[in-house]
């Protein structure tokens, strides 16, 4: 049986990373910034920790209910920007919420498996599952950027 | 009457392969109700109520005859009819007005948790505000509201029951009429929110006994925008208004207002014109089709789809007993959004999410589900074509497992 566009939204590496979530469950400590994110309508809900040092993501943890997509992005995410200096995780953030939208993107930074979520342009009703953990993450580093608002 | 000529008053219909099972969440428009509405801003296009000049004569006359098409629909008088944007707003001007004129601390009120958000989420502001109690019949196990649940209930200290007639969740029709018997007798007001009941089967106010009842324009076959609070005139007439201005009063002094006798006092501003006179478009062309044609169509769907549903494996039902078009299910392991994309691709509409219910979400123990809903315009190939899409997200998912 042909699926057609439906092939490329789900691509195995997104189902791959909802049945098997990278970096789920949440850790406890005051050194965690955190953000909690809802789509009321759909009822994803999704809730970000991250650590940083020196001005390097050091650590991500992500926890919540959803869709295959909105669950699985949470996952590659967490996975795409480990290690990555702040700016630079802002680069990839940008980017992809062009290419989710099916607009320009730059295509020569590297947003390792955030890349396979291109098919999710020609499905706009799947958008905000799509960014729900992309949006978490820029709240959580605008947090980071007041230190008294852990 | 034959489905398909039904069909071609439709455009979608008419014109796409859409298999459109999302009625619940609204219906589509025909021709009729379309042209009336055009009709409105082309040939008139003036304001009501004030002008003297012939075309806002007219525009009041189409205005006030859809009021009367209304009340003569739903069996009440003519000034029991309030205009509003919808059955949300009905719902929340009778909590607002009268919840919170009349409702004291230590009141109760009765809803439930198969309630829209609109019926019950005025109240729980009411009881927040005033103090009052807000109590919810136990469901049964299917999650109906029974008689028998109800009176568990039901006490001196019941002041309001604000109930559905039908469920936009589960389909399921509310035992109303003795509801209303027993509320009466401990002198409670009824509050009845029949967006879901009012476009499927033919409504009586009178025989129902109810206080208040609400319903919406874009269910019916009429444009967004316009609903309808019907309330007992003694009721509407004692009522305070909850919004002030043009239109709605008598006479106006610096420090004082009298304002116009129900329903008018209720409706200021210049009003949704269009969707009033496409209203009582969509009345008459629910009433030309029938409902006894409405009733039998939406039956023989239902069994239809039911029979089709459970031949097939890995499908939740969660309301087999449902008594109406609607139908909530879930493919086991796949979230309903997902579900819904793959139907979506193969031209099916339908609703996935918590269908404004999410009191009953935490009862099924379910995030969200998925909600066919039908009306007259259906027909089989819509239902073989959800199935057939049905299948397909249980094998592309499979694929995953």
Not at chain 2, 342 to 363: N, S, T, Y
């Given at each position: 049986?042909?699926?057609?566009?439906?092939?490329?939204?789900?691509?195995?590496?997104?189902?791959?990373?909802?049945?098997?979530?990278?970096?789920?469950?949440?850790?406890?400590?005051?050194?965690?910034?955190?953000?909690?994110?809802?789509?009321?309508?759909?009822?994803?809900?999704?809730?970000?920790?991250?650590?940083?040092?020196?001005?390097?993501?050091?650590?991500?943890?992500?926890?919540?209910?959803?869709?295959?997509?909105?669950?699985?992005?949470?996952?590659?995410?967490?996975?795409?920007?480990?290690?990555?200096?702040?700016?630079?995780?802002?680069?990839?953030?940008?980017?992809?919420?062009?290419?989710?939208?099916?607009?320009?993107?730059?295509?020569?930074?590297?947003?390792?498996?955030?890349?396979?979520?291109?098919?999710?342009?020609?499905?706009?009703?799947?958008?905000?599952?799509?960014?729900?953990?992309?949006?978490?993450?820029?709240?959580?580093?605008?947090?980071?950027?007041?230190?008294?608002?852990? | 009457?034959?489905?398909?000529?039904?069909?071609?008053d439709f455009w979608v219909l008419a014109n796409s392969s859409l298999a459109y099972l999302d009625n619940a969440a609204s219906s589509l428009k025909p021709k009729p109700v379309i042209d009336?509405?055009?009709?409105?801003?082309?040939?008139?296009?003036?304001?009501?109520?004030?002008?003297?000049?012939?075309?806002?004569?007219?525009?009041?006359?189409?205005?006030?005859?859809?009021?009367?098409?209304?009340?003569?629909?739903?069996?009440?008088?003519?000034?029991?009819?309030?205009?509003?944007?919808?059955?949300?707003?009905?719902?929340?001007?009778?909590?607002?007005?009268?919840?919170?004129?009349?409702?004291?601390?230590?009141?109760?009120?009765?809803?439930?948790?198969?309630?829209?958000?609109?019926?019950?989420?005025?109240?729980?502001?009411?009881?927040?505000?005033?103090?009052?109690?807000?109590?919810?019949?136990?469901?049964?196990?299917?999650?109906?509201?029974?008689?028998?649940?109800?009176?568990?209930?039901?006490?001196?200290?019941?002041?309001?029951?604000?109930?559905?007639?039908?469920?936009?969740?589960?389909?399921?029709?509310?035992?109303?009429?003795?509801?209303?018997?027993?509320?009466?007798?401990?002198?409670?007001?009824?509050?009845?929110?029949?967006?879901?009941?009012?476009?499927?089967?033919?409504?009586?106010?009178?025989?129902?006994?109810?206080?208040?009842?609400?319903?919406?324009?874009?269910?019916?076959?009429?444009?967004?925008?316009?609903?309808?609070?019907?309330?007992?005139?003694?009721?509407?007439?004692?009522?305070?208004?909850?919004?002030?201005?043009?239109?709605?009063?008598?006479?106006?002094?610096?420090?004082?207002?009298?304002?116009?006798?129900?329903?008018?006092?209720?409706?200021?501003?210049?009003?949704?014109?269009?969707?009033?006179?496409?209203?009582?478009?969509?009345?008459?062309?629910?009433?030309?089709?029938?409902?006894?044609?409405?009733?039998?169509?939406?039956?023989?769907?239902?069994?239809?789809?039911?029979?089709?549903?459970?031949?097939?494996s890995d499908i939740t039902i969660y309301n087999p007993t449902t008594e109406t078009g609607i139908i909530a299910f879930n493919i086991n392991g796949v979230h309903p959004h997902d579900a819904?994309?793959?139907?979506?691709?193969?031209?099916?509409?339908?609703?996935?999410?918590?269908?404004?219910?999410?009191?009953?979400?935490?009862?099924?123990?379910?995030?969200?589900?998925?909600?066919?809903?039908?009306?007259?315009?259906?027909?089989?190939?819509?239902?073989?074509?959800?199935?057939?899409?049905?299948?397909?997200?249980?094998?592309?998912?499979?694929?995953?497992?």
């Open positions: 049986m042909s699926y057609g566009n439906l092939e490329t939204l789900y691509r195995q590496v997104i189902m791959d990373h909802y049945k098997n979530p990278r970096n789920k469950g949440l850790k406890s400590g005051e050194d965690y910034y955190q953000v909690h994110l809802k789509n009321p309508t759909c009822g994803d809900d999704l809730t970000l920790q991250i650590k940083v040092k020196n001005n390097y993501i050091t650590e991500v943890h992500h926890d919540g209910s959803g869709c295959s997509i909105s669950m699985s992005a949470a996952s590659v995410m967490s996975e795409t920007i480990m290690g990555l200096k702040i700016e630079d995780a802002k680069k990839i953030i940008d980017n992809y919420l062009h290419m989710v939208k099916g607009e320009a993107y730059d295509a020569e930074i590297d947003m390792g498996d955030a890349i396979v979520y291109q098919g999710v342009s020609q499905f706009p009703a799947r958008f905000k599952c799509a960014t729900i953990a992309w949006n978490a993450l820029d709240k959580v580093l605008e947090k980071h950027k007041v230190p008294d608002e852990k | 009457m034959d489905v398909n000529e039904i069909r071609q009336m509405i055009n009709h409105y801003y082309r040939d008139l296009g003036v304001n009501i109520h004030r002008g003297v000049y012939r075309l806002s004569y007219e525009a009041t006359d189409l205005y006030e005859k859809a009021r009367q098409k209304v009340a003569d629909f739903i069996n009440c008088k003519f000034e029991e009819v309030v205009f509003t944007r919808g059955a949300s707003s009905a719902l929340n001007l009778v909590a607002s007005s009268l919840g919170m004129n009349e409702i004291k601390a230590g009141d109760e009120i009765i809803t439930s948790e198969l309630e829209h958000h609109s019926s019950m989420l005025p109240w729980q502001n009411v009881a927040r505000i005033k103090k009052a109690k807000l109590v919810y019949v136990p469901l049964n196990e299917e999650k109906k509201i029974t008689v028998e649940n109800f009176k568990k209930v039901l006490s001196d200290k019941t002041k309001i029951v604000a109930l559905n007639y039908v469920s936009n969740a589960m389909g399921y029709i509310t035992p109303i009429k003795e509801i209303i018997n027993l509320a009466h007798e401990k002198g409670a007001i009824v509050i009845v929110d029949a967006a879901q009941a009012v476009p499927h089967q033919s409504v009586d106010v009178k025989a129902l006994d109810c206080d208040f009842l609400a319903f919406s324009g874009h269910k019916m076959c009429g444009p967004t925008g316009i609903g309808v609070l019907y309330g007992k005139y003694e009721f509407l007439q004692s009522m305070e208004p909850i919004e002030f201005g043009g239109d709605m009063i008598d006479y106006v002094g610096l420090q004082e207002v009298t304002y116009k006798d129900a329903p008018y006092k209720f409706e200021t501003g210049t009003p949704l014109i269009a969707g009033a006179i496409g209203l009582g478009g969509a009345i008459d062309y629910l009433l030309n089709i029938g409902f006894d044609f409405i009733v039998k169509q939406e039956e023989e769907l239902r069994t239809y789809l039911l029979k089709e549903m459970k031949k097939l819904a994309s793959v139907f979506d691709e193969d031209d099916v509409a339908i609703r996935a999410g918590h269908h404004c219910a999410q009191p009953l979400m935490h009862c099924l123990n379910q995030i969200a589900t998925i909600r066919a809903s039908l009306y007259f315009y259906n027909n089989k190939a819509d239902i073989d074509k959800l199935i057939k899409a049905i299948k397909k997200a249980k094998s592309f998912f499979a694929q995953f497992m």
